[in-house]
T-cell receptor
């Protein structure tokens, strides 16, 4: 569900490595899931989405995995680049759209 | 096709004044979501609207806060009698229908002094 009042967990990776960002969602009835990237001072930017009838979806350098059994989403970023440094949020949608706790990704050169 | 437009980008209000935040959705989008964000925190859902209807306002405080999305014009988030605790970034997002990709605006940063 929503995470309010919690400071962001962080993930630090080396440039060129793969990154895995995890997210737990709360509503087993949620039908649609989205990953967003937010850079400092900007609005969230869509990365990739997945519907509940799928367990994996691939985009350019990104893959989203959905495990409905344990209500878990993950975002995998291949060959992480400095430009990937940002805060990443997952969102679940049934009737509205609710965000999980974000993760700050820092890419070390 | 212009993206989601929010204005103003920055808004300063004295305690007790009213704040009006505007969100113009992308063309053809009839669904609007409003969120509040404090520094280093997540996006807290406030309200979900479709044209002329409030679908879910469960995240919005019952007092002082209201939202609308009229048939014509932008969606408005109104905060009456602002207090210092209302200082935050407020983001809106729009989508053409439910359960599809939502696009965000750049936010309005409200500072109450």
């Amino acid at each position: 569900g929503e995470s309010v009042g919690l400071h962001l967990p962080t993930l630090s990776v080396q440039e060129g490595d793969n990154s895995i960002i995890n997210c737990a969602y709360s509503n087993s009835a949620s039908d649609y899931f989205i990953w967003y990237k937010q850079e400092s001072g900007k609005g969230p930017q869509f990365i990739i989405d997945i519907r509940s009838n799928m367990d994996k979806r691939q985009g350019q350098r990104v893959t989203v995995l959905l495990n409905k059994t344990v209500k878990h989403l993950s975002l995998q970023i291949a060959a992480t680049q400095p430009g990937d440094s940002a805060v990443y949020f997952c969102a679940e949608s049934l009737n509205d759209m609710r965000f999980g706790a974000g993760t700050r990704l820092t890419v070390k050169p | 096709n212009a993206g989601v437009m929010q204005n103003p980008r920055h808004l300063v209000r004295r305690r007790g004044q009213e704040a009006r935040l505007r969100c113009s959705p992308m063309k053809g989008h009839s669904h609007v979501y409003w969120y509040r964000q404090l520094p280093e925190e997540g996006l807290k859902f406030m309200v979900y609207l479709q044209k002329e209807n409030i679908i879910d306002e469960s995240g919005m405080p019952k007092e002082r806060f209201s939202a609308e999305f009229p048939k014509e014009g932008p969606s408005i988030l109104r905060i009456q009698q602002v207090v210092r605790g209302d200082s935050a970034a407020y983001f809106c997002a729009s989508s053409p229908q439910a359960l599809t990709e939502a696009f965000f605006g750049q936010g309005t940063r409200l500072t109450v002094v």
